[in-house]
């Protein structure tokens, strides 16, 4: 038992120096043999992440190096795969950064974080964590999982994303949702604009508020809803003729708007302090 | 005895209430022996089950998130005073007490507020209660209790210089994004608050401001938590 | 150059390393130390979220019934006066929220009273005076989990908590709300049932060596 659970953890490191790589550039492979379910962890000071999905059974890791001012330290737990870039005195924005290209197996949870640069999940049924001050996040074909996405500034982009929790908090950075459904949608912005544009559909609960970010959500005529929105000093705008329902505040026309489309499967709730709020038909 | 009596009394049997009887059939009957094994096995097996399964991370840092939101958790600057040290370990001290003490802020920031609208004591766990930093919106505080706001602003303001002082060796332009940040989160904190005056007791204000709360504390831990746990 | 085997831990992962001890842990935790909860968390989620895994067979209800159960426990920490075993109390907790989750969505936690008839489609079959020795010692982690998953709730429920957690039949009554009598008779129903499931089938006989 104890030799099999050694030969699984096998790492191969390979160390390439110098082929097709920029000058003081250090390209490392690890090959990490996991069980079921694994959660693949990396955190990256600067430079870009991108994770998909790889072979059953394996994590495979590729680190490009900018140069030798920082390392990379990996280690292998039961369930584990953890990834971390060290930067060594003297490193900088530059000579700090590290480019990570991963593949994990698709029932992989997936864990990333850097200041700036990329994050790249797609594919996975495996919970998607991403995190960065100005990290650029891109999120697609995730199913049955929840995706939790925090930026201060970088633009947020989120595509084919089901049946999972979704939360996204963001300050300045835009969040452009295509096809994100759910039992629980919720982003969180300061200025960055918000676009949605989906079903609203599982029965879910979706919450998009701002402090001065538009807000701008598009759904199909067949949309079952329930929503509510409010505006306390931007404009309010709806293309749906809505069944009214009761709130708990004054509906005043131009700032508000509630009320249910179809079955009112879904509760749609759409709040912003000074943005623009667009419900559209598509 | 025949197995069917047998099977009828097994429950019992298995939880160790034995008679004579049951052991004579067990001796002669090796279907019934099987089956006493087969059972006492599946309960012996059973036990590779407990904990044999582990949560994903993100378990931990929604619960770590939501003890703060609901001010579980406190700093150790309410232990005795922010530690002060020289160069990089002030950094490191403040990258463990900052984000504990941003948390607070979601559910301090709006209990002190309901506190000066209601002038009723605030419903606050004992452990927020004992020593919490005072907390301000911003720099207008033209509504309402004017000193009591300016204290906060001060307050508030001395928390983000620490903030952006221990992020001192990153660069100034990383800095100055920081310091907009901030800028950007205490506007819709004193905004959210307007709203909140404006409408007490309205549910979507209170979500402003505990969205607003969210976002500072997220502005502190990403601009200090280098780490995932 | 290629090399072989773990890479090391950075400075940080090393300082995270426990270093309470229980008690100190709880009672830190009881004046807000985040670490400590961390502490007391790692130590405990394992058994917490496998209750939750293995009644609910879906990874992300048993991870928000793990986040509900912990976030209890750690509300109610400063009630907690050291009269049962820490592990217990949380384990107490993860339980009921459980329950109470399976309850709100109209799942019977527990059959009916014992008798055949109510039960006859959940009923393993009985298989007298047939001899079958392949069970013996052959069910493996993996093997009994997916069986326990395609239990009836209210078996699973009951076999869980005795067989997996070690709870009395007394225990299991109070906190299911059935009688003492019924969590025996599901009790052995389960198991039943589990060696059923648990039986290769003839196929798979055939091509044993």
């Known amino acids: ?282 | ?229 | 150059m290629i090399a072989a085997g773990k890479g090391d831990l950075t400075d940080a992962r090393k300082a995270q390393r426990a270093r309470f001890s229980e008690p100190e842990a709880i009672e830190r935790a009881k004046h807000g130390d985040v670490q400590a909860f961390e502490f007391l968390y790692q130590m405990h989620r394992r058994r917490v979220y496998s209750l939750c895994l293995r009644m609910t067979a879906n990874t992300a209800s048993a991870e928000d019934l793990t986040q509900e159960a912990f976030l209890q426990l750690f509300r109610k920490i400063g009630t907690f006066r050291g009269e049962s075993a820490f592990s217990t109390w949380l384990h107490r907790m993860a339980v009921n929220v459980v329950l109470m989750q399976l309850r709100k969505r109209g799942l019977a936690v527990v059959s009916l009273e014992d008798t055949l008839e109510n039960t006859d489609e959940e009923a393993p079959r009985k298989e007298l005076g047939v001899a079958d020795r392949a069970l013996m010692g052959s069910i493996d982690r993996l093997q009994l989990q997916r069986a326990v998953e395609t239990l009836p709730p209210g078996y699973r429920m009951i076999f869980l908590l005795h067989d997996v957690e070690g709870y009395e039949h007394n225990e299991i009554a109070e906190m299911v709300g059935c009688s003492i009598g019924n969590s025996k008779s599901q009790l052995h129903k389960a198991r039943m049932k589990l060696r059923e499931l648990l039986k290769p089938s003839r196929a798979e006989k055939a091509f044993r060596p």
């Open chain 2, 1 to 229: 005895m025949n197995c069917l009596e047998f099977e009828e009394l097994l429950p019992e049997f298995l939880e160790g209430v034995e008679s004579h009887e049951q052991q004579t059939h067990l001796r002669s009957c090796s279907a019934c022996s099987d089956l006493v094994s087969e059972l006492n096995t599946i309960c012996r097996q059973a036990r590779l089950l407990q904990a044999s399964d582990e949560p994903s991370p993100r378990v931990w840092h929604a619960i770590r998130r939501q003890l703060r939101d609901e001010g579980l958790v406190r700093s150790q600057a309410e232990k005795g005073g922010l530690t002060m040290l020289p160069g990089g370990a002030h950094h490191r001290s403040m990258r463990w007490m900052l984000p504990v003490a941003a948390g607070l802020l979601v559910t301090l920031g709006v209990v002190r507020y309901e506190q000066r609208e209601r002038s009723t004591p605030p419903m606050m766990t004992q452990s927020s209660l004992r020593g919490a930093a005072p907390l301000s919106t911003g720099a207008s505080s033209s509504s309402i209790s004017g000193q009591g706001l300016a204290d906060e602003s001060v307050a508030n303001a001395n928390e983000d210089e620490q903030l952006l002082n221990a992020l001192g060796a990153e660069g100034s332009s990383l800095r100055a994004a920081y310091r907009t940040d901030l800028q950007d989160v205490n506007g819709y904190i004193r905004d959210a608050e307007e709203s909140a005056r404006k409408h007490p007791n309205d549910e979507v204000a209170q979500q402003y401001l505990m969205n607003a709360y969210e976002q500072r504390a997220t502005v502190y831990e990403l601009a200090l938590d280098r780490s995932q746990p």
């Open chain 1, 1 to 282: 038992m104890l030799s099999r659970q050694r030969a699984r953890n096998l790492v191969v490191v390979v160390v390439l120096a110098g082929v097709g790589l920029a000058s003081g550039e250090i390209r490392k492979e690890y090959h990490f043999s996991v069980g079921r379910k694994v959660n693949v962890s990396i955190i990256n000071q600067y430079g870009p992440i991108s994770v998909k999905p790889g072979v059953k059974g394996q994590v495979s890791v590729t680190a490009i190096l900018h140069s030798d001012k920082v390392e990379v330290d990996q280690s292998q737990g039961r369930k584990r795969v953890d990834i971390t870039s060290h930067l060594l005195s003297g490193a900088d924005e530059e000579s700090g950064a590290v480019e990570y290209i991963v593949t994990a197996p698709p029932d992989a949870s997936v864990n990333l974080h850097s200041r700036n640069g990329t994050l790249h999940a797609e594919g996975f049924h495996g919970d998607v964590t991403l995190e960065g001050a100005e990290a650029i996040v891109d999120v697609r074909d995730v199913s049955d999982a929840h995706v939790h996405v925090r930026t201060l500034n970088g633009p947020i982009t989120m595509t084919n994303i089901r049946e999972g929790h979704v939360e996204v908090t963001s300050l300045s950075g835009d969040v452009v949702m295509s096809s994100v459904n759910g039992p629980f949608v919720q982003v969180n912005s300061n200025s960055g604009k918000i676009r949605y544009d989906g079903e609203f559909g599982g029965g879910g609960e979706y919450f998009l508020t701002s402090h001065t970010g538009d807000i701008e959500a598009t759904a199909p005529s067949y949309a079952s809803i329930e929503v509510v929105a409010r505006s306390e000093q931007g404009k309010v705008e709806n293309d749906f003729q809505l069944q009214p329902r009761h709130t708990s505040f004054p509906i005043k026309t131009g700032s508000a708007f509630a009320g249910t489309v179809g079955k009112a499967a879904s509760s749609v709730k759409l709040f912003s302090i000074s943005g623009k709020i667009h419900l559209k038909k598509r």
